[in-house]
């Protein structure tokens, strides 16, 4: 048996006309040969009736601080809903299918609710679906405890529940549908000008995701990187072949790896708070440890991370801010908070042993007069932390100065 699972975004399942060109895409796969394992999220963005947004607005205005369990019993109702309605659109073409929950399809989580993580997953049922002729339809971002609670797997999780199936079953390929024609070089709501990437390796695109590129869930990537299945990113409005995510960026014709460019793509992060701590000398010598040592224990993780003799300085989203500067005033520490900051990322594989990235990276922001606070660097990534208001300009001219835009 050969088996493609194929994910379907929120804006792919919105309407009953894109649902048809969903239709189109299972019919094709059929026709080449796969046995097709359909995944799917909520329908619709920000505003649709059954988008998870929406869901998590209605139980928000009953409690804004609604507990995690609770906030997950409305969530997965989203995928629920899409799930019933595409297959019944698949059945109404004669198909026979088979709409499951993330727990009938086999995914066992942790009881974390909102950002659970994959336990195990078993395919048995799928399998046996399958063999039988029939397509599942799976609700995706759902997982189930193993004493039977619904849990749901991270916001944009749905491409986990799609890479994990696909490990599962063996699958030929993971197909993320989506309403872009695949990766590109940067969001293209703020760059113009972005390329499609043809090919990227697992290691870049984890960055990517990680750092802010929401067009694939970083756990997705993960997950299928450890079992070696391909992905494939690309959109459901369009016949153009996608992104081909797998484990070397590009090939020559010997098979060798290539690398062309310094910079595979450009990103960014919003919502950020960078926090100062003073030290002195008067101060106990575990004073940056106990720092750390209090966020960990709120459950708050830190980023963009420098440790000097007399200050700390790091970064935490914005929604535990007024948390985190409680909790470290309470336990006597002096602190300064800087808010709306962003954070802007260029990663590529080919920047490793480079000279000259961070100069150039420097003499784009500074060219533009973009303020830089705070700077990390890795071998294949530079993040600079910037006002939140020049994080257009930065992403634009960072793609610009990397040789993106040609
Ligand atoms: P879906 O609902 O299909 O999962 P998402 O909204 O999660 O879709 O992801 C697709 C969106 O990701 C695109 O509409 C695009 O605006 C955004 N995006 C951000 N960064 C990138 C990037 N580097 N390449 C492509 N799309 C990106
Ligand atoms: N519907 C979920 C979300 O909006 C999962 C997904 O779309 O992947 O986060
Ligand atoms: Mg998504």
Known sequence: MRIIVQKFGGT??????????????????RDQGFSPVVVVSAMGRQGAPYATDTLIGIARTAYKG?????????????????????????????????????????????ATFNNARI????????????????????????????????????????????????????AEMVEIYTDVDG??????????????????????????????AKVIHPRAVEIAMQKNIPLVVKSTFSDAPGTLITNIAKEDTDGAAVIDK????????????????????????????????????????VDLINVHPGQIM??????????????????????????????VSVVGGGMREVPGVM????????????????????HTSISVLVPQSDVGAAVKSLHEKFGLST
């Open 66 to 110: 609604i507990a995690a369990r609770e906030l997950d019993q409305i969530m997965y109702c989203g995928e629920m809903i899409s799930a019933v309605v595409m297959a019944g659109t698949l059945q109404a073409a004669g198909m026979e299918a088979v709409m499951l929950t993330g727990g009938h399809a086999g995914i066992i989580t942790d």
């Open 183 to 212: 990766i590109m070089t940067a969001d293209p709501r703020i760059v113009n000008d972005a390329k499609i990437l043809d090919c990227i390796s697992y290691g870049e695109v984890c960055q990517l995701a990680h750092q802010g």
């Open 119 to 170: 336990l195990k997953c078993d395919p048995t049922r799928i399998i046996s679906l399958l063999k039988q002729g029939k397509v599942p339809v799976i609700c995706g971002f759902q997982g189930m405890t193993g004493d039977g609670e619904f849990t749901t797997l991270g916001r944009g999780g749905s491409d986990t529940s799609a890479s994990a199936l696909g490990a599962s079953l063996n």
């Open 262 to 301: 310094v910079a595979t793509g450009v990103t960014y992060l919003t919502n950020i708070v960078q926090i100062k701590v003073h030290l002195d000398e008067t101060m106990a010598s575990d004073a940056s440890f106990k720092v750390f040592k209090t966020l960990a224990d709120s459950d708050i993780s």
């Open 314 to 343: 790091f970064t935490i989203n914005a929604d535990h801010a007024e948390r985190a500067a409680a909790k470290l005033k309470r336990q006597g520490y002096e602190i300064e908070l800087l808010e709306n900051c962003a954070k």
């Open 359 to 378: 100069a150039s990276f420097i003499e784009a922001l500074s060219c533009n007069k973009i303020a830089i606070l705070q700077t990390v660097d890795s």
């Open 12 to 29: 792919s399942v919105a309407s009953p006309e894109v649902r048809e060109l969903v239709l189109r895409k299972v019919e094709r796969a």
